[in-house]
């Protein structure tokens, strides 16, 4: 019989406070449909962030080092 196994990896941002721009990037690791997010411990600015990409804007070396 022949199984198959499914792995993906996701990054999602989620709003730190309404008072400034800041988002928390998590990690969102899927196995067999089996979901688990992480928190990274890494923070972006909202006019930095692509979400239709899920990536942040490469525009310093920061950014840069994130999306590697």
Same mark, same amino acid.
């Given at each position: 019989?022949?199984?198959?196994?499914?792995?993906?990896?996701?990054?999602?941002?989620?709003?730190?406070?309404?008072? @400034?721009?800041?988002?928390?990037?998590?990690?969102?690791?899927?196995? @067999?449909?089996?979901?688990?997010?992480?928190?990274?411990?890494?923070?972006?600015?909202?006019?930095?962030?692509?979400?239709?990409?899920?990536?942040?804007?490469?525009?310093?070396?920061?950014?840069?080092?994130?999306?590697?």
């Amino acid at each position: 019989m022949l199984q198959t196994n499914t792995f993906g990896i996701h990054f999602t941002v989620r709003e730190r406070s309404k008072k @400034n721009s800041e988002l928390t990037v998590y990690a969102r690791i899927t196995v @067999n449909k089996s979901r688990c997010e992480l928190a990274i411990k890494r923070t972006v600015k909202k006019e930095d962030w692509k979400f239709a990409r899920g990536s942040a804007k490469p525009k310093t070396a920061e950014l840069k080092h994130l999306n590697s």
